[in-house]
């Protein structure tokens, strides 16, 4: 499968964006899609994820609350919902697939990973 992020963009803190991370190629029920972002000077982390087939959702202490996180299975895109965005917020955002059905929150399980979307958030 291939991933294609996409929406970011700058807003001022308290305002919201919608990332969105269009995949092509077959997706399998077991597929779980996720979002992780890094941010200047850190590791990457993890925002969130969803399985394909049931929706079941899992998301960073972070961001639950704020963030939601959905797909659609009729044009194959998974997004990511992101309201009362904070400044700590900016990163470069990236979505990932992983074939296991296993909701995780670690990079490394991810076997495929599409190019990043900087997202930017002002004080």
């Known amino acids: 499968v291939q991933l294609q992020a996409s929406g970011g963009g700058s807003v001022q803190a308290g305002g919201s964006l919608r990332l969105s991370c269009a995949a092509s190629g077959r997706l399998f029920s077991r597929t779980v899609v996720g979002w992780f972002r890094r941010a200047p000077g850190k590791e990457r982390e993890f925002v969130a994820a969803?399985?394909?087939?049931?929706?079941?959702?899992y998301y960073s202490r972070s961001v639950k609350g704020r963030f939601t996180i959905s797909r659609d299975n009729a044009s194959n895109t998974v997004a990511l919902q992101m309201n009362s965005l904070k400044p700590e917020d900016t990163a470069v955002y990236y979505c990932a697939a992983d074939y296991s059905g296993v909701l995780r929150d670690k990079p490394w399980f991810y076997s495929h990973w599409g190019q990043g979307t900087l997202v930017t958030v002002s004080s």
């Open positions: 969803i399985t394909w087939s049931g929706g079941t959702t």
